[in-house]
């Protein structure tokens, strides 16, 4: 009977609730309390291990050494993780993921949504030996490469003028390379993620590793950090976000699908749904 009781309120929420903007948030957290089918492991340590295929779907296959396998092979905290915020405490919903990458959050609260992905794109280049790739764009336009900000390169900046002069000592350390990422979350965001990267037109050519971006001040970025395919040629992916107030990246459950969650199948249309937020237009972008 409580269950029952339970299921009625939360319609209730949805229905009254679900026909404006601020609803639409409100709504996905609602959802989070429908029962849905696990396919959770809990003693799974990575983003692959943790999650269970659905029947007749298989993972879809990348090289080893590739960002895509990085991904998916990335290490999570012990199941049950809460998100926590850059000041130390947790946020204030936790029911919206259903596991937390094993990726540090600075107490300076730069690492938000576009720079956790940056960041992860990052560490991959620097474990894989490709470290001369480590390069984005400022919101500016203007390219900024680990390369040269490890030879003591650092830019001078007026307005949306930007140059580059050495004026600090090479520095190879990976102390300095987080110093490196600091600046780049600075100055880069969404919108220049958007700008930059590679746009993937076609659903069907989605893949792992490619991300779904709402350009903006603010906007928001999600990633695609493990994907399946059916003998149909139909695809699902896990979704992971970083967020703001910078926070633990988590891989998010499908609010959408109770019965698939946390797979999602690329989403039809313009409005998207996620644990918090909702995109009203989203791109389809690819690190290079």
């Not at 903007?21 to 849905?36: D, E, I, L, N, R």
């Not at 979350?185 to 700008?195: A, E, I, P, R, V």
């Not at 746009?199 to 603010?218: A, S």
């Not at 970083?242 to 946390?262: C, E, F, Y």
Request: hydrophobic share 35%; aromatic share 14%.
């Amino acid at each position: 009977m409580r269950k029952l009781l339970l299921l009625l309120v939360i319609g209730l929420v949805i229905f009254l609730l679900s026909r404006t903007q601020k609803g639409q948030v409100v709504t996905q957290v609602a959802k989070s309390y429908v029962v849905s089918p696990n396919y959770i492991d809990e003693q799974g340590n990575t983003v692959a291990s943790r999650i269970k295929l659905p029947e007749n779907y298989s993972r879809v296959p990348y090289p080893v050494g590739s960002f895509q396998q990085y991904l998916r092979s990335f290490e999570l905290l012990p199941a049950g993780a809460e998100v926590i915020n850059y000041t130390g405490k947790p946020f204030v919903y936790q029911r919206g993921h259903v596991g937390v990458l094993n990726l540090s959050v600075p107490d300076n609260g730069l690492q938000q949504c576009a720079d956790a992905l940056i960041r992860l794109r990052a560490e991959y280049l620097w474990q894989a030996g490709r470290k001369d790739e480590i390069g984005f764009n400022f919101t500016s336009g203007d390219y900024c490469s680990w390369k040269y900000y490890a030879q003591g390169y650092r830019p001078v900046i007026n307005g949306n003028d930007v140059r580059f002069e050495k004026s600090a000592s090479v520095d190879h350390s990976k102390a300095n390379f987080y110093r490196y990422l600091n600046l780049i979350f600075t100055y880069s965001g969404t919108q220049s993620l958007h700008d930059e990267l590679i746009h993937i037109n076609d659903p069907n050519e989605m893949q792992l590793g490619d991300m779904l971006v709402y350009p903006g001040f603010p906007g928001h970025i999600i990633m695609a950090v493990d994907e399946i395919s059916n003998a149909n040629g139909e695809k699902l992916f896990i979704f992971a976000q970083g967020n703001t107030p910078a926070q633990s990246v988590h891989m998010l459950k499908n609010l959408n699908d109770s019965k698939r969650s946390p797979w999602y199948e690329y989403p039809k249309g313009d409005s998207f749904g996620i644990p918090t937020y909702t995109f009203t237009e989203f791109k389809c972008i690819r690190f290079k």
